[in-house]
Structure formats: structure tokens, C-alpha cells
Nanobody, 122 residues
């Protein structure tokens, strides 16, 4: 069930990047999926989440620039990043929720990926 992220890399400020996450296991469609990030020396922070129905929520810092989506047929949850800024540089983690509803709180997520590095150059 552990999610696996891909798509990280280096991108210039103002550019775009798409992160993908695949989470094997049954009943993927019944769980919320979330994306979090952690910059060096900082705590892990919420980025975006999508619940079982497809409703989304975002951190204020990425609202209007990032978009989360899910494909239940392929057990994937992607994060499309636009207009990236140097402060978006971090390791990005995908997580599967314990429940169908979304949350910005880490303890609402049961399974975590290993993370993928995103570096935004100024």
C-alpha cells in the first residue's frame, strides 16, 4: 500500500512540474490522498489533499498555483505545480489517508511514500 512518488527534479522559477503518486492496494477510491512537503530545517507541511469524492483542499501558499487530481482506475494521485517559486523547494511526500475525508493533519494519513525532491532555481 505504500505510495510511490515520481516526477521530482529541478525546475526554474515560474516553471511547471507534475508529481505522480501510485498507491497499490484495494479500495483506493475510498481513501483520501494527500501531498505534503518538507524543506531543510523545517517541519513537514500540508500542500494539498483530495477526498474520496474528488473534493480538494490546498494550503494557502499554493492555492491557485497547484492542482491535485486522482485517477481511481490507476490508483494514482497527481500534483500539478505551476508558477513555482524558490520557496517551493522541498521533498514532496504522497500519503494515503486513514479515511475518505481529507485533512491537512499528518496523523490522518496512514501510509507515506519515500518522497521526491523538487528544487526550484531562482
Amino acid at each position: 500500500v505504500q505510495p510511490v512518488e515520481s516526477g521530482g527534479g529541478m525546475v526554474p522559477a515560474g516553471g511547471s512540474l507534475r508529481l505522480s503518486c501510485v498507491a497499490a492496494g484495494r479500495d483506493f477510491s475510498t481513501y483520501a490522498m494527500g501531498w505534503f512537503r518538507q524543506a531543510p530545517g523545517k517541519e513537514r507541511e500540508f500542500v494539498a489533499a483530495i477526498d474520496w469524492s474528488g473534493a480538494t483542499m490546498y494550503a494557502d501558499s499554493v492555492k491557485g498555483r497547484f492542482a491535485i487530481s486522482r485517477d481511481n482506475a490507476n490508483n494514482t494521485a497527481d500534483l500539478q505545480m505551476h508558477s513555482v517559486k524558490p520557496e517551493d523547494t522541498a521533498v514532496y511526500y504522497c500519503a494515503r489517508g486513514r479515511y475518505g475525508s481529507s485533512s491537512a493533519l499528518t496523523f490522518h494519513y496512514e501510509y507515506w511514500g519515500q518522497g521526491t525532491q523538487v528544487t526550484v532555481s531562482s
